[in-house]
């Protein structure tokens, strides 16, 4: 069973760069202006820019793998089904999907591959499960 599929990359931490380091110091900064009444508590609770840019990165990474984990469970989940389809609709299918010359062509992820599975259900009359992320 061959699938097109467009891949997910990985979830990478950003480079620090002076750049990056300036434009937290100056958010810090005009945050401790904003609160000029509290100024000197302001800067006590704020972070570093350095810790900022890291809390930044580490929340990306795990947001980022979140989603790769979904797209990896939607998938699964997608495949489980067409294999309880019968051949003769599982290969209609796949034939429609892998087809290059097809004129809407949608982004190959496991999102839209469910979508085009639940319209061609609908329209060959499969009952089709709902779809359970574990």
């Known amino acids: 069973m061959k699938i097109r599929f467009q891949r997910m990359l990985r979830a990478t931490r950003r480079t620090v760069t002076p750049r990056r380091i ?3 110091k100056r958010f810090l900064a005009k945050e401790r202006e904003r609160h000029a009444l509290f100024a000197d508590q302001v800067a006590e609770e704020q972070p570093t820019a350095a810790e900022r840019l890291e809390g930044f990165d580490l929340g990306y990474v795990e947001l980022w793998t979140n989603m ?3 797209h ?17 609709h599982r290969n209609a299918f796949l ?7 097809r004129r809407f062509r949608a982004p190959m992820t496991s999102s839209y591959f469910l979508c085009e599975m639940r319209e061609y259900a609908r329209k060959n009359g499969i009952q089709m499960r709902e779809v359970v992320y574990a």
């Open 22 to 24: 300036a434009a937290a």
């Open 68 to 70: 790769r984990n979904l």
């Open 72 to 88: 990896a469970c939607q998938w699964r989940e997608a495949r489980a089904i067409l294999r309880e389809w019968t051949e003769e």
């Open 95 to 101: 034939a429609r999907w892998n087809d290059e010359t």
